[in-house]
């Protein structure tokens, strides 16, 4: 059964930093581009940033200059460094392949950031 897992979240100041976690089964990885995903609340979920299997990565202009998203292959796990947070980054963090299949979406872990 395919399963993404994301941890990492928590609370956090503005001006902060957080990094996020997704173990994904390998029969996932190793075949697909990767994405973060968030959904504020009472908003649509947006992507984040997305990074293919050669490392080739995207970012939302948004997160531009202080998110990174990573990958690492031995272990089946793409990683978000979440640095100079903004309250408004306050959201569920989601991670998917890329483009986002609905059947691969988890449970997510919730990041805040307070002003």
């Known amino acids: 059964q395919v399963q993404l897992v994301e941890s990492g979240g928590g609370l956090v100041q503005a001006g902060g930093s957080l990094r996020l976690s997704c173990a994904a089964s390998?029969?996932?990885?190793?075949?697909?581009?990767m994405g973060w995903y968030r959904q504020g609340l009472g908003k649509q979920r947006e992507l984040v940033a997305h990074i293919t299997n050669g490392g080739s990565t995207n970012y939302a202009d948004s997160v531009k200059g202080r998110f990174t998203i990573s990958r690492d292959n031995a272990k089946n796990t793409v990683y978000l460094q979440m640095n100079i947070l903004k309250p408004e980054d306050t959201a569920v963090y989601y991670c998917n392949v890329f483009p986002a299949w609905d059947v691969y979406w988890g449970q997510g872990t919730q990041v805040t950031v307070s002003s």
């Open positions: 390998r029969s996932i990885f190793r075949v697909n581009a």
